[in-house]
């Protein structure tokens, strides 16, 4: 009888690691799995009824560390009304003006959606930032997240956010929207915590408090006390943070400092603490994210999408700030999937940093940004560096002793016929490569491109039918 968690990877064509410098690549061909672990790396012989999987003309990642989504908005893709507008007219657009729409059915089938979409880009593990709380709220949603993670064997980080304040834009919405109170959050936080949290470095649940956004959804110091229940809980802390000018320009007029510095007066810096996006940043707010080892879930794709700007990851990481990837919301990001995001995370850092080209008669010193960021750099930041902001220490790296977190791409699509390279073709060559296994924890979830049991089509049914009930419900006309 073979071992489901046991297996030899024969023949790869490429193996990157998630680790820096020479060790970022590996020769192999072979990968030994033991246990659900990586047990050895090289040309390694088969044993008598070891389990193989042939990965000839394949490239092997570590699978993908998402770290900042918002898996409800899976059937908020392309809203129209929301398609054009920057992130505060779309916020009350599309995802405000829709939550309240959301039942259990409805935010249940997202949730799936949207981990089919990242298991089938190689996503291992996944980081929600789980907003969709009002006082009455009539399903658990945090267990239905855990639930269809755990349906598809993917490991869940459930940052619970929500808001004891409401913000403006909000005024008008439906009654669903209302604020909790922090003693609600609090207690919430708890039995959260008491139910799933698991603080090993493979665990397959984690639960993180993260108040939808540190200067809006509540105060000063309630900030302070979530940040203190947190510790002593062991979780980490998250939230969004300097998306757009608008956080510098709120942070100003409401407490006369920066987002970043009154993050850092509230207790919410730290090696334990990443933000969403940190797109806006002053040069002492990069000093002070990075003095304090804090953390950065970089969502190219949305920050585009929103026309909100282009984080600068390498001025970041130089600091000594945590780089992560995550895909955020679908509402914002209508291809919500690892593959696509590490590609755009690619190729917008070499844009930003070319923006700043100039010629050489007004002083300009390069021509282009291509050396901005590379292959390598995209693999690590959405792999050991989401691993590493999420506290997951055994997750996010091809080497002895890991968790076997893997994904094994077939470059058998045109798209990658001509790769001088095979190693870069999933993250440079775009699109989606074909799974050939997504392994997590050495359990094959992901099977020659297919989630066995799961019915793709009538998966997409369901979504169609879906949408046209939260259109009704939010008084969309046909």
């Known amino acids: 009888m073979t071992d489901s968690k046991s297996w030899l990877i024969r023949n790869a064509s490429a193996i990157l690691t998630g680790l820096t410098g020479d060790a970022a690549r590996h020769a192999g061909?072979?990968?030994?799995?033991?246990?659900?672990?990586?047990a050895a790396l090289g040309r390694l012989d088969p044993l008598a009824g070891e389990s193989q999987i042939d990965a000839r003309d394949c490239v092997v990642?570590?699978?993908?560390?998402?770290?900042?989504?918002?898996?409800?908005?899976?059937?908020?893709?392309?809203?129209?009304?929301?398609?054009?507008?920057?992130?505060?007219?779309?916020?009350?657009?599309?995802?405000?003006?829709?939550?309240?729409?959301?039942?259990?059915?409805?935010?249940?089938?997202?949730?799936?959606?949207?981990?089919?979409?990242?298991?089938?880009?190689?996503?291992?593990?996944?980081?929600?930032?789980?907003?969709?709380?009002?006082?009455?709220?009539?399903?658990?949603?945090?267990?239905?997240?855990?639930?269809?993670?755990?349906?598809?064997?993917?490991?869940?980080?459930?940052?619970?956010?929500?808001?004891?304040?409401?913000?403006?834009?909000?005024?008008d919405l439906p009654q669903a929207l209302r604020p909790e109170t922090l003693d609600a959050f609090l207690a919430d936080l708890e039995r959260l915590t008491a139910r799933y949290h698991d603080p090993a470095g493979d665990a397959h649940r984690r639960v993180v408090a993260a108040?939808?956004?540190?200067?809006?959804?509540?105060?000063?110091?309630?900030?302070?006390?979530?940040?203190?229940?947190?510790?002593?809980?062991?979780?980490?802390?998250?939230?969004?943070?300097?998306?757009?000018?608008?956080?510098?320009d709120a942070a100003r007029a409401k407490f006369g400092m920066t987002p970043v510095q009154f993050c850092a007066e509230q207790d919410w810096l730290g090696p334990d603490v990443w933000f969403a996006h940190l797109v806006k940043l002053l040069p002492e707010e990069i000093r002070l994210l990075g003095d304090s080892g804090s953390g950065i879930a970089h969502c190219p794709q949305s920050n585009g999408r929103l026309g909100s700007g282009i984080a600068d990851l390498p001025a970041l990481e130089a600091a000594g700030v945590a780089v992560s990837i995550g895909v955020d919301g679908a509402a914002s990001?209508?291809?919500?999937?690892?593959?696509?995001?590490?590609?755009?995370?690619?190729?917008?850092?070499?844009?930003?940093?070319?923006?700043?080209?100039?010629?050489r008669y007004e002083g300009g010193t390069f021509e282009g940004g291509a050396d901005a960021a590379s292959i390598e750099d995209v693999l690590r930041w959405g792999t050991a560096g989401g691993a590493k902001v999420l506290g997951l220490d055994q997750l996010g790296t091809l080497a002895v002793g890991q968790a076997a977190d893997l994904a094994i791409y077939a470059l058998d699509d045109p798209r990658y016929f001509g790769l001088h390279d095979p190693a870069i073709g999933p993250i440079a060559c775009g699109g989606r490569a074909r799974l050939r296994a997504l392994l997590v924890g050495g359990e094959r979830v992901v099977d020659d491109d297919r989630i066995p049991g799961l019915d793709l089509a009538e998966l997409g049914r369901e979504a169609a039918r879906a949408v046209v009930g939260l259109q009704q419900r939010v008084g969309v006309r046909a």
């Open 333 to 359: 990001n209508e291809a919500a999937d690892m593959l696509s995001e590490t590609h755009a995370a690619w190729l917008l850092q070499r844009a930003r940093k070319g923006e700043r080209a100039r010629p």
């Open 29 to 38: 061909p072979d990968i030994r799995i033991r246990d659900g672990r990586i």
């Open 211 to 248: 108040p939808t956004t540190t200067l809006h959804s509540t105060t000063a110091q309630e900030l302070r006390e979530i940040a203190a229940l947190a510790r002593r809980l062991g979780l980490r802390l998250h939230s969004h943070l300097s998306e757009t000018v608008d956080y510098l």
């Open 61 to 171: 990642y570590p699978a993908w560390v998402n770290t900042h989504h918002h898996l409800f908005q899976s059937l908020l893709k392309g809203e129209p009304e929301g398609l054009d507008q920057s992130l505060t007219a779309w916020l009350a657009t599309t995802p405000y003006r829709f939550r309240a729409a959301f039942d259990e059915h409805s935010f249940r089938l997202a949730a799936r959606i949207g981990l089919v979409e990242l298991a089938r880009s190689g996503c291992a593990t996944v980081a929600d930032h789980h907003y969709l709380y009002y006082p009455g709220m009539p399903f658990d949603g945090a267990a239905i997240l855990f639930e269809e993670a755990e349906s598809l064997g993917l490991r869940f980080v459930l940052c619970r956010g929500g808001a004891t304040q409401a913000r403006q834009l909000e005024a």
